[in-house]
């Protein structure tokens, strides 16, 4: 079965330094790709960040980066000089073809900046 | 572009009532996704749609609810009837692609009463 595990309900950070959001998964898959997005406190959500399975590099957008280690099986996200506005719930998906390539979301993790 | 369009964004109605939410999806794109967000479950794939398409609806929780999606550009969700454990926030999504990255709309708050 696939799923997606974070493991921290909550972060704190303070403003202008480095967070790493951890972010685990399970698939017999060889392809997939996995995601990140930022849902705020209005609700919406952003999409951030994608890491596909066979990408040899960590994908890297802005101040987002994914370290992807696969034989780990993990896909933390880091976000470089938070600022108060990165302050929001994050999570992690993965979508495999296995189960119709439907994409599966962990349970969140949400980050507190600090002034 | 304007991005996913959901509407009405607030729904509150009463036990028993039919609810119908609505999606369009970004132009161009050729999946479209419901999910449910609650407290208690998270973030879940009710259904996607490829080309118009339903591919998936082993989500559906129960046969009061259906989507349907008649044209590229639209796409529904009823329920009916509406129970007070449906309350959620339910978003529309759209990829270009099954592997590309999923933009949400706004989501739509119900409240069953």
């Known amino acids: 079965a696939q799923k997606i595990t974070q493991t921290q309900p909550g972060m704190f950070v303070q403003e202008k330094e480095a967070v790493t959001l951890d972010c685990t998964y399970d698939?017999?898959?060889?392809?997939?790709?996995l995601f990140w997005y930022k849902q705020p406190s209005s609700g919406e959500m952003i999409f951030l960040i994608y890491?596909?399975?066979?990408?040899?590099q960590n994908a890297t957008e802005g101040r987002y980066s994914l370290n992807f280690q696969k034989a780990r099986k993990s896909a933390n996200l880091v976000i470089s000089a938070s600022q108060l506005g990165d302050s929001a719930m994050y999570f992690c998906a993965m979508r495999a073809s296995t189960g119709g390539f439907k994409t599966i979301f962990g349970a969140g993790t949400r980050l507190f900046v600090k002034a | 572009d304007a991005g996913v369009i959901q509407s009405p964004r607030h729904e509150v109605t009463e036990m028993g009532q039919e609810v119908t939410l609505r999606c369009k999806p970004i132009?161009?794109?050729?999946?479209l996704f419901w999910y449910r967000q609650t407290m208690m479950r998270g973030l879940e794939l009710l259904i996607y749609?490829?080309?118009?398409?339903?591919?998936?609806d082993s989500g559906m929780p129960e046969d009061r609810f259906s989507a349907k999606m008649p044209n590229a550009s639209f796409s529904t969700l009823k329920i009916q009837p509406s129970e007070p454990r449906d309350s959620a926030v339910y978003f529309c999504?759209?990829?270009?692609?099954?592997?590309?990255?999923?933009?949400f709309g706004p989501g739509t708050r119900l409240t069953v009463t």
């Open positions: 890491q596909g399975s066979y990408d040899e």
């Open positions: 999504a759209s990829s270009l692609g099954w592997g590309d990255e999923q933009y």
């Open positions: 132009s161009g794109h050729d999946y």
């Open positions: 749609f490829n080309n118009n398409v339903p591919i998936d």
């Open positions: 698939t017999s898959d060889q392809s997939y790709g």
